[in-house]
């Protein structure tokens, strides 16, 4: 993470890069629009697909990635597997460790 200083060097610096191309992954949605002129988006064909622009005009065009600026449950879910035994435990229902005062 960078302080504000620092993504405003970060910024500046990347902007005057006109020569040359940077990949850059970032959850500050205000950054992305700043630094990028082009937007590489993995497709549902499992196809690389080239936007120019930065990610509003990528947004524009790509109506569903609005979601990149939103985060929601609606966007993520985790499943999480139930826990195995532990090593040399054989029940569940039994204390495993009792604590002293």
Known sequence: HLDVKNVAWLEEFLVSQTQKTSMIISHDSGFLDRVTTHIIHYEDNRKLKNYKGNLAM????????????????ENLSFTFPEPGLLDGIKSKGKAIIKMDK
Do not use: G, H
């Open 58 to 73: 990528f947004v524009k065009r790509v109506p569903r990635a609005k979601t990149y600026y939103e985060l929601s449950e």
